[in-house]
Nanobody, 120 residues
Framework: QVQLVESGGGLVQPGGSLRLSCAAS????????MGWYRQAPGKERELVAT????????NYADSVKGRFTISRDNAKNTVYLQMNSLKPEDTAVYYC?????????????WGQGTLVTVSS
């Protein structure tokens, strides 16, 4: 059974930092590209960062480039997102998933996400 468990969110002031973690199970983690996605209130979910299986290729959305860093530990089946210089527009529920997202019977599989709120 596939499980994606995100953690590390919270309330932070603008300019602050957070580190998100995502533990994956039920997939062959070491061979898949992983990504961090986010969904802000009233908006569609967007992909913010991806990292290939061995970590050799990393991509970021323009909106987070230079501020966020994605990494992974294949021994722990865990992917991380270090978020620095946070802005109010980074407020969203953050999810991890494979890229493209996992599906079962044509439905995407998602974890519960972790809420990041950037506010003074």
């Amino acid at each position: 059974q596939v499980q994606l468990v995100e953690s590390g969110g919270g309330l932070v002031q603008p300019g602050g930092s957070l580190r998100l973690s995502c533990a994956a199970s039920g997939i062959i983690f070491r061979i898949v590209t992983m990504g961090w996605y986010r969904q802000a209130p009233g908006k569609e979910r967007e992909l913010v960062a991806t990292i290939t299986s061995g970590g050799s290729t990393i991509n970021y959305a323009d909106s987070v480039k230079g501020r966020f860093t994605i990494s992974r530990d294949n021994a722990k089946n865990t992917v991380y997102l270090q978020m620095n210089s946070l802005k109010p527009e980074d407020t969203a529920v953050y999810y991890c998933n494979t890229d493209p997202p996992l599906t079962r019977r044509n439905l995407e599989i998602w974890g519960q996400g972790t809420l990041v709120t950037v506010s003074s």
